[in-house]
């Protein structure tokens, strides 16, 4: 079992910066691969960013080299940390766990980041 809470998203200029944050409870976090996803109005969700649970990370190539993407084992926190945002990066961000090898997957509420002047 485990619940997934994200914060930190709001309205942001362009270019500007902003961090989500996502806070887990529950079971042993440090066992599951972390993903960022978003979804934008009118389209498909789409995976963003991702860290394994031996730390690889992976990013969309329309994210790359702008947001980075961490997390905090001890704490239970994964973080999102987007830079230079265009208004294009405007959707719900969504925490989402998957443990290798178990079927069963958790998804947080959702954060709204909207990048507009």
């Known amino acids: 079992q485990l619940q997934l809470v994200e914060s930190g998203g709001g309205l942001v200029q362009p270019g500007g910066s902003l961090r989500l944050s996502c806070a887990a409870s529950?079971?042993?976090?440090?066992?599951?691969?972390m993903n960022w996803y978003r979804q934008a109005p009118g389209k498909q969700r789409e995976l963003v960013a991702s860290i394994t649970s031996s730390g690889t990370t992976n990013y969309a190539d329309s994210v790359k080299g702008r947001f980075t993407i961490s997390r905090d084992n001890g704490n239970y926190m994964v973080y999102l940390q987007m830079n230079s945002l265009k208004p294009e990066d405007t959707a719900v961000y969504y925490c989402?766990?998957?443990?290798?090898?178990?079927?069963?997957?958790?998804w947080g509420q959702g954060t709204q980041v909207t990048v507009s002047s």
């Open positions: 529950g079971s042993i976090f440090s066992v599951y691969d």
């Open positions: 989402h766990a998957r443990r290798d090898g178990v079927r069963r997957d958790y």
